[in-house]
């Protein structure tokens, strides 16, 4: 029976006894309000929009929060001194990143184009580990059904892609990216009409014929056009 005891007891509180737990709720409640403090210090874009090197900041706050609520050979002066480190060298790198450009760019990247004027910037696509079917997804959210609606895409150096739209009037035949008909590809053209590179997003009226190879990218993948407008 005081086996069973024991176990269930390292099961639940680990090497600690029972009066460590008032213990973890003070420290928790003092490492709540460091982090809260540290993060209004960061400003809001620390919190909204991370770059890389914030995500960095908030990893290692949390790292060092996280030791202190837990871990009683920890002390909290300790924590505090490497939020404070943390939180300065935040400034500091913060401060050179608004003075250099060239700094700016090391650590955030730059934004990139990934599509202009309604097909992929084939070149600066290959250059970001976005997948085609989660870049799809984001621009599905902002209720575009096809590229032909798209006039410009940027991937910023937040995650974040900004879209500027075709007027209603100005909108084309583009690559459909609604699931259903993207995946409907096909390499012969049976109909004359307007059919879009699967890959590179060229549109282009088509004759029928039993392949057709893309000019701009080369491959001989089709899904047939829709020039829909898009609705807000």
Request: net charge positive.
């Amino acid at each position: 029976m005081a086996e069973n005891y024991k176990s269930i007891k390292e099961i639940f509180l680990g090497d600690e006894d029972w009066t460590f737990i008032p213990e973890i709720m003070f420290r928790t409640f003092i490492m709540y309000l460091i982090v809260l403090i540290s993060l209004r210090i960061l400003g809001k874009r620390g919190v909204k929009q991370l770059s890389i090197f914030e995500l960095v900041v908030i990893v290692g706050l949390g790292s060092a929060a996280g030791d202190t609520m837990f871990y009683k050979e920890v002390g909290i002066l300790s924590a505090i001194v490497v939020f404070l480190i943390i939180v300065v060298a935040y400034k500091i790198t913060s401060y050179f990143v608004n003075k250099s450009k060239k700094i700016e760019i090391l650590l955030e990247g730059s934004c990139t184009c990934v599509i202009e004027h309604g097909r992929f910037a084939i070149e600066n696509f290959k250059k970001e580990t976005l997948a085609q079917d989660e870049f799809f997804a984001e621009l599905r959210l902002k209720n575009v059904s096809h590229l032909g609606q798209v006039q410009l895409a940027i991937l910023e150096t937040t995650g974040s892609i900004s879209v500027f739209y075709y007027k209603d009037e100005e909108v084309k035949y583009g690559l459909p990216i609604l699931p259903a008909l993207f995946a409907d590809k096909k390499q012969e053209i049976k109909y004359k009409d307007y059919y879009s590179c699967s890959f590179c997003g060229l549109t282009q009226l088509s004759l029928p014929t039993s392949k057709q190879i893309c000019k701009c990218c080369k491959k001989d993948k089709w899904v047939k056009s829709i020039n829909t407008l898009r609705i807000a």
